[in-house]
């Protein structure tokens, strides 16, 4: 006699098998493995009456075109700078803190000869210690050099992988993930930037027409932090107990779950949400000009 009691103390949980199952679940069953991916994904929705008047009086007195990219940039790196928790890589199985902050620009590009649309990008350093008008600066240099073919280093990195076939296209992200970050190794004698990625990366979807998206994070990169900024909408909001039309825009996120929880979503979206809803008290006035030596006088 089969000892039933001792069965169901010795099992986890109690179970018992699914009659019939829908070709639709097997088919689930069949195409998918348990779930393994640490992504998460949320949406900071800002009111942005503020900004957007920052950025025309900024354009107005300086010439120059600042844009919510730039202000979301500065407002990623402020957050990672008060949060550092959240500026890190896993490395060896282990959460490692960056020394500094770095922002990652998707930028979109264009084959002059084919016209094929391709996504490249730049970074920029110490993002959360520059002045604005410094940021507007560089990522203007840089998109310049890369919508011209001038960056050398990536178009050396896009010649490398045009020519690599589709079979070798993961190993060899792999073993590159693994020299620069595995084994913190400095690759530039080979052709690949150093940390190429940084600490977050900021692609702006508004400017696509597209008010809502979120992107994968990818996993060669080391960055756990993927800002994708929706462009600006008039929606009815809430004031004082009045519904009244205001301008909106979403910061949709994907956050890798290993380095970032709840917490520290929550403290860098109050930094991310005071800096965009307030932008003259964190960037100070605009001055006439606009140079980086009048702002950081003005801060001053």
């Given at each position: 006699?089969?000892?039933?009691?001792?069965?169901?103390r010795s099992r986890n949980v109690a179970l018992k098998p699914v009659g019939r199952v829908?070709?639709?679940?097997?088919?689930?069953?069949?195409?998918?493995?348990?779930?393994?991916?640490?992504?998460?994904?949320?949406?900071?929705?800002?009111?942005?009456?503020?900004?957007?008047?920052?950025?025309?009086?900024?354009?107005?007195?300086?010439?120059?075109?600042?844009?919510?990219?730039?202000?979301?940039?500065?407002?990623?790196?402020?957050?990672?700078?008060?949060?550092?928790?959240?500026?890190?890589?896993?490395?060896?199985?282990?959460?490692?803190?960056?020394?500094?902050?770095?922002?990652?620009?998707?930028?979109?590009?264009?084959?002059?000869?084919?016209?094929?649309?391709?996504?490249?990008?730049?970074?920029?350093?110490?993002?959360?210690?520059?002045?604005?008008?410094?940021?507007?600066?560089?990522?203007?240099?840089?998109?310049?050099?890369?919508?011209?073919?001038?960056?050398?280093?990536?178009?050396?990195?896009?010649?490398?992988?045009?020519?690599?076939?589709?079979?070798?296209m993961r190993p060899v992200l792999n073993a590159i993930s693994l020299g620069l970050y595995?084994?913190?190794?400095?690759?530039?004698?080979?052709?690949?930037?150093?940390?190429?990625?940084?600490?977050?990366?900021?692609?702006?979807?508004?400017?696509?027409?597209?008010?809502?998206?979120?992107?994968?994070?990818?996993?060669?990169?080391?960055?756990?932090?993927?800002?994708?900024?929706?462009?600006?909408?008039?929606?009815?909001?809430?004031?004082?107990?009045?519904?009244?039309?205001?301008?909106?825009?979403?910061?949709?996120?994907?956050?890798d779950h290993r380095l970032i929880d709840g917490k520290h979503a929550a403290l860098l979206?109050?930094?991310?949400?005071?800096?965009?809803?307030?932008?003259?008290?964190?960037?100070?006035?605009?001055?006439?000009?606009?140079?980086?030596?009048?702002?950081?006088?003005?801060?001053?």
């Amino acid at each position: 006699m089969v000892d039933t009691n001792w069965l169901g103390r010795s099992r986890n949980v109690a179970l018992k098998p699914v009659g019939r199952v829908s070709s639709f679940r097997k088919l689930a069953m069949g195409t998918w493995d348990a779930p393994r991916d640490p992504q998460i994904y949320g949406t900071l929705t800002l009111r942005m009456e503020k900004a957007l008047a920052y950025i025309e009086d900024y354009r107005r007195a300086t010439g120059r075109r600042l844009t919510v990219t730039h202000l979301v940039a500065k407002a990623v790196a402020q957050a990672l700078a008060e949060v550092p928790e959240a500026n890190a890589l896993i490395r060896r199985s282990r959460p490692q803190q960056r020394q500094a902050v770095s922002v990652f620009f998707s930028i979109a590009t264009e084959n002059p000869e084919t016209g094929q649309i391709d996504l490249s990008g730049a970074k920029l350093d110490r993002v959360d210690r520059m002045e604005l008008a410094e940021v507007l600066d560089a990522l203007e240099g840089a998109v310049k050099s890369v919508r011209s073919g001038e960056d050398e280093e990536i178009e050396r990195s896009k010649g490398i992988f045009a020519r690599l076939p589709f079979a070798a296209m993961r190993p060899v992200l792999n073993a590159i993930s693994l020299g620069l970050y595995g084994l913190n190794l400095n690759l530039t004698r080979l052709g690949l930037p150093k940390d190429p990625f940084g600490s977050a990366i900021v692609t702006n979807i508004g400017s696509l027409g597209l008010s809502e998206a979120y992107a994968p994070l990818m996993a060669y990169t080391r960055t756990p932090l993927l800002l994708a900024v929706g462009a600006v909408r008039d929606e009815p909001v809430v004031e004082d107990g009045e519904v009244v039309p205001g301008k909106v825009m979403g910061i949709h996120a994907t956050l890798d779950h290993r380095l970032i929880d709840g917490k520290h979503a929550a403290l860098l979206s109050r930094v991310i949400t005071r800096v965009m809803e307030d932008p003259e008290s964190a960037f100070g006035a605009i001055p006439s000009g606009g140079g980086v030596t009048e702002l950081k006088e003005a801060r001053s």
